[in-house]
């Protein structure tokens, strides 16, 4: 599977990062190369190999629905970018 | 002088008043400052004072546990409180961590003395740390080779002796690798072994912290302290942890080791070669059986980690929004804006070529042909593991297809990802997997790779330490 310019965009765009179109022949260029290099995986007979997700095949621990995280929000308020009112700031979402 | 003893001859050292903490501190201190290699990101010299003044207090009063006032080097990726921790990444120039990972609290609870944070590539993504935002680590034994990754400045740390040991970490070689291209001994655990709680995630079914250290003994008594459950990792195994300094001294005697023959095909140097065989022809001179065994589907371990690494990469990262913490841009337009350039602006370019990648392998109509696949493919892997252990209680075998190689040398993401091809199977089966120094070619370390079962640390362990016992390679040095 070979990606053009434009998908490459695309992807950058769902992987919210942009791409300077001076760069962008370069990055199609490399990303295809290490596709090339995926593309090795079709080529693999998997038979009815179950896949993994877990190295040790462990299930999800559980845990009782209690409160354990003490409140942490003003340290993690202070190390952030912007805040007011005990809020994380954005630029306006909704006029 | 103290940087050449082995933190097992240090501990006795700080026990019997040879010297104190805040001597041995001060004396690496010394040494990071007249240190060229550019091995540590933050070096935290206040701290590390006043932790060795209060460790020093404690072995006054004889309540010390063992590696009281033992410094160390810690890895940028592993959270400490009130310290720049980022993960050698401009996103996370200016963040200071609010809280301390599970691995910083057990070292403090030793009260060790953490020197400062080493460098690494970006995010633990990189075999040569280049990839740092930092700059990239230089090899002790020759200046224009680089250290490996992406723990080069643990193992450059280490193997220059400008900290006794260093904490790293190992998603697909990642302590491996920098171990063998620096001559230390380094030890990636099975998977769940050691608390991921404050490690910066990259790819969380594979990430594994481990120590760095110059000697398997060394390691043992690292690992001791830093194994164990956690309630605050959902993927830590509720597992009792063993004393590992317990059984090294093991005899090798019918110890059966496998020599995959994929691991000695095209491609790998011939000067690694020969010091692999060597180390092991040394296992035959002390009693151990050499069985040739096959990993037929460990070639196509490249393309399954370089799909599985990137897709829980793309999730992992993204978390670094620009919103909450780590690097803004200036005068974001509106919210978009804010995360694209955000992102582009904090992000390096191989971590966002996996992130690319990533974000593509996971995309609608893809998922099945590269994820799903490459999960199989995994498992395919994990099988063969599976197999080979019913005949062998341990593989043998090359960390790295060559040793260190020319800082700026490989431009190509592609070859630097061939290069991986012995490490990268034994994260994507959760195994436990070991660097020991094994000789040298053409004047640069070699390591030999043992690979274990799951939870067969001990074992290990042990081979490294008798293999430590009869040959010298673990104690050369670069420096004096």
């Known amino acids: 599977m070979s990606l053009d310019n434009n998908k490459v965009k695309e992807i950058a765009f769902l992987a919210r990062l942009s791409i300077e179109d001076s760069e962008l022949e370069q990055s199609t260029q490399e990303l295809n190369n290490i596709l090339g290099l995926m593309d090795q995986l079709g080529e693999i007979d998997t038979g009815d190999a179950e896949p993994m997700a877990h190295p040790l095949e462990m299930s999800q621990r559980l845990r009782d629905d209690q409160v354990t995280e003490e409140d942490l929000s003003e340290e993690f308020q202070e190390i952030a970018p912007k805040t007011g009112s005990n809020h994380f700031l954005v630029p306006t979402v909704i006029e | 002088m103290m940087h050449n003893l082995t933190i097992a001859e240090q501990i006795k050292g700080l026990k019997n008043r040879e010297f104190s903490s805040l001597e041995l501190t001060q004396h690496y201190l010394n040494r990071i400052d007249d240190s060229k290699l550019n091995a540590f990101i933050s070096v935290t010299s206040e701290q590390a004072i006043t932790q060795a003044k209060m460790a020093d207090s404690i072995l006054a009063k004889g309540n010390a546990s063992s590696l009281t006032g033992i410094p160390y080097a810690h890895k940028d990726i592993f959270c400490t409180k009130g310290i720049k921790t980022s993960a050698?990444?401009?996103?996370?120039?200016?963040?200071?961590?609010?809280?301390?990972?599970?691995?910083?609290?057990?070292?403090?609870?030793?009260?060790?003395?953490?020197?400062?944070?080493?460098?690494?590539?970006?995010?633990?993504?990189?075999?040569?740390?280049?990839?740092?935002?930092?700059?990239?680590?230089?090899?002790?034994?020759?200046?224009?080779?680089?250290?490996g990754g992406s723990s080069g400045g643990s193992a450059a740390a280490v193997a220059s002796r400008i900290s006794p040991f260093a904490t790293g970490t190992d998603t697909g070689g990642s302590i491996r690798q920098p171990a063998s291209l620096c001559g230390i001994t380094g030890l990636k655990p099975t998977y769940g072994r050691i608390s991921r709680y404050g490690m910066i995630a990259y790819a969380s079914s594979l990430d594994q912290a481990g120590p760095m250290t110059r000697t398997a003994e060394d390691s043992a008594i690292i690992l001791n302290v830093m194994a164990g459950f956690d309630t605050k990792d959902s993927t830590s195994a509720n597992k009792s942890v063993p004393d590992y300094t317990q059984n090294l001294s093991k005899s090798m005697k019918g110890l059966k080791i496998g020599l995959p023959k994929e691991y000695f095909s095209e491609g790998l140097d011939k000067g690694v070669e020969k010091v692999v065989m060597k180390a092991i022809s040394d296992y035959e001179t002390m009693g151990a059986e050499v069985i040739?065994?096959?990993?037929?589907?460990?070639?196509?371990?490249?393309?399954?980690?370089?799909?599985?690494?990137?897709?829980?990469?793309?999730?992992?990262?993204?978390?670094?929004?620009?919103?909450?913490?780590?690097?803004?841009?200036?005068?974001?337009?509106?919210?978009?804006?804010?995360?694209?350039?955000?992102?582009?602006?904090?992000?390096?370019?191989?971590?966002?070529?996996?992130?690319?990648?990533?974000?593509?392998?996971?995309?609608?109509?893809?998922?099945?042909?590269?994820?799903l696949k490459a999960q199989k493919v995994r498992k395919l892997v994990s099988e063969d593991f599976k197999k080979v252990f019913k005949e062998v209680d341990v593989v043998m075998g090359p960390v790295s297809p060559s040793a260190a190689f020319d800082l700026g040398s490989v431009k190509d993401p592609v070859s630097m990802y061939l290069a991986d091809i012995y490490t990268l199977s034994v994260n994507l089966a959760g195994l436990p997997g070991m660097s020991i120094p094994a000789g040298f070619s053409d004047n640069l370390p070699v390591g030999l790779q043992l690979i274990g079962n799951h939870w067969s640390e001990e074992l290990l362990l042990n081979a490294a330490h008798q293999f430590q016992l009869k040959t010298d390679w673990h104690n050369s040095s670069p420096v004096d």
């Open chain 2, 88 to 147: 050698g990444s401009k996103m996370l120039d200016s963040f200071i961590s609010p809280y301390d990972a599970t691995l910083t609290e057990k070292l403090n609870y030793q009260n060790m003395v953490m020197l400062g944070k080493t460098n690494m590539d970006e995010f633990a993504m990189g075999s040569s740390n280049e990839n740092s935002y930092y700059g990239p680590v230089k090899n002790p034994w020759d200046t224009k080779k680089v250290p």
């Open chain 2, 292 to 371: 040739e065994v096959s990993l037929p589907n460990s070639i196509h371990a490249i393309p399954a980690y370089y799909i599985v690494a990137p897709c829980e990469c793309s999730s992992n990262l993204s978390r670094f929004d620009g919103v909450r913490y780590g690097y803004r841009c200036d005068d974001p337009k509106d919210l978009n804006d804010l995360y694209l350039r955000s992102r582009s602006e904090g992000f390096g370019d191989e971590v966002k070529r996996r992130i690319m990648i990533g974000a593509y392998a996971l995309s609608a109509g893809y998922y099945d042909a590269y994820y």
